[in-house]
Nanobody, 121 residues
Framework: QLQASGGGLVQPGGSLSLSCVAS????????MGWFRQAAGKEREFVAT?????????CADSVKGRFTVSRDNAANTTASLRMNNLRPEDTAIYYC???????????????WGQGTLVTVSS
């Protein structure tokens, strides 16, 4: 139902934009989030956005570099713009949806397939 895309190989300092597309149903009334999981590590929260797009929150590790947004009128449910990427940002990135309108760092009920982001020179 959710599919993340846009990952790839980028050099340190570079940028990538990830997209999350919903199929089969709409998530326009639900908060969305981005998570990532690096090899050998637990999945961690990256960013969240409420149903309206007005309330956003990013993890400290990406604050000032990553921006989360959404367009409920379009097929893209949520986007994650990543600037000034670092090698430690290398991970599989997942988009997810909560069963509620308000943004948060946990209680995500719907998960999509991830997309791999590799930051390396």
């Amino acid at each position: 139902q959710l599919q993340a895309s846009g990952g790839g190989l980028v050099q340190p300092g570079g940028s990538l934009s990830l997209s999350c597309v919903a199929s089969g149903r709409t998530f326009s009334d639900y908060a969305m989030g981005w998570f990532r999981q690096a090899a050998g590590k637990e999945r961690e929260f990256v960013a969240t956005i409420d149903w309206s797009g007005q309330s956003v929150y990013c993890a400290d590790s990406v604050k000032g570099r990553f921006t989360v947004s959404r367009d409920n009128a379009a097929n893209t449910t949520a986007s994650l713009r990543m600037n000034n990427l670092r090698p430690e940002d290398t991970a599989i990135y997942y988009c997810a949806a909560r069963n509620e309108k308000y943004a948060g760092t946990n209680r995500y009920a719907h998960w999509g397939q991830g997309t791999l982001v590799t930051v390396s020179s």
